[in-house]
């Protein structure tokens, strides 16, 4: 009896340092990132009571275990075996019974807590997003806008509507904890509430390809007066855009998500960068040479597996894009002209 209060009183103890311990490095109370979003709260508060009951349960194990090690080792000179045990009824009731219930209890607040964050906020808007090897890119419907940045007001709920132009991608955002999958061929929903102010990412969280790790993109959570601000000046720049046909093409370049592989700054990605691209000697997987005019990238646009950059993988990793039109292409060629 008097081991059994012993190592009552230890498996006390340890779950309170194992607890206290996982909350000094971020791992209880609140999880690493700050909060960001409404319903980062009722994840956060799971996580702490799953803590404290993987706390005791670790505690639980270990104590007993190393206790016995250390206590009823065998002594010097004692060859006997140990005692038999029959089995023990009440114990056997107890530890099924009383996980049983602790898992009871953990299903119901989970379902309560995934009721919390998927709760409907009649006024929500909505934004639509399109995830592809390897960038984001959202639509405003109510606005006309794209953009390859999201921009939110703070405390408002928006659902975006997903869905993947190619293989399955993962929308995450780790302040706003709640992560989603987006998957071909169909539209996932997304509702979050920003709360914290600031710029964040978002990040791919599901292996998508090549450049998988480079698939994240900003999000700017602001006060209602400079989302509405932006709004103003993204409509007026798509307008003035519109009047060239460079503008065009840049426009073009956002919407279907060409930036997700090719830079406009000479930074390396998955695609050749556009910057100086144009008028440029490239040399091609084969070993021969080509110039970079208008025919070489309409061509490269239609059938990308024509002529392949030296250094890129063939296959090319693009795909083709057959329903661009011929005044669309060339307003794609107007732009990449103008970076340099
Ligand atoms: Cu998209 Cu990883």
Redesign the pocket.
């Known amino acids: 009896m008097q081991h059994f209060v012993v190592v009552g009183i230890l498996v006390i103890l340890m779950s309170i340092l194992t607890y206290f311990g996982l909350d000094a490095i971020g791992l209880a109370k609140q999880m690493h990132p700050v909060v960001g979003s409404a319903q980062a709260a009722s994840i956060d508060q799971l996580w702490n009571l799953e803590m404290i009951v993987i706390s005791f349960l670790f505690s639980l194990i270990v104590v007993p275990m190393v206790y016995s090690l250390v206590v009823f080792r065998r002594k010097k000179g004692d060859t006997s075996d140990g005692e038999h045990f029959e089995g023990n009824t009440t114990l056997e009731i107890g530890w099924t019974v009383v996980p049983l219930i602790i898992v009871v209890v953990f299903a119901y607040l989970g379902a309560y807590s995934l009721g919390e964050v998927r709760r409907v906020d009649p006024q929500a808007f909505v934004v639509n997003v399109k ?4 960038v984001w890119t959202f639509e405003y419907p109510e606005y006309g806008i794209i953009s390859n940045e999201l921009y939110l007001p703070a405390n408002k709920q928006v659902v975006l509507k997903m869905e ?1 132009t190619d ?4 929308f995450w955002v780790p302040e706003w904890r709640v992560k989603q999958d ?1 998957v071909p061929g169909r539209v996932t929903e997304y509702r979050i509430t920003p709360t914290l102010q600031g710029n964040f990412k978002v ?7 090549m ?3 480079a ?1 994240e993109n900003l999000i700017v959570v602001t006060s209602e007066e400079d989302y509405n601000a932006w709004i103003a000046e993204q409509r007026l720049l798509a307008a003035t855009a519109a009047q060239t046909p460079e503008g065009q093409g840049k426009l073009l370049a956002v919407q279907y998500g060409c930036s997700g592989c090719h830079s406009v700054d000479g930074s390396p990605l998955t695609g050749p960068t556009w910057f100086g691209l144009f008028g440029k000697e490239e040399e091609l997987l084969d070993g021969s040479t080509v110039t970079v005019d208008e025919a070489y990238i309409t061509e490269s646009i239609v059938e990308p597996n024509a002529k392949i950059v030296a250094g890129f993988t063939s296959p090319s990793a693009m795909p083709a894009y057959p329903t661009l039109t011929d005044e669309e292409i060339s307003n794609i060629i107007a732009y990449i002209q103008t970076l340099k």
């Open positions: 995830a592809q090897q390897f993947s293989v399955i991608h993962s987006v990040r791919c969280a599901e292996l998508c390809g450049s998988h790790y698939m």
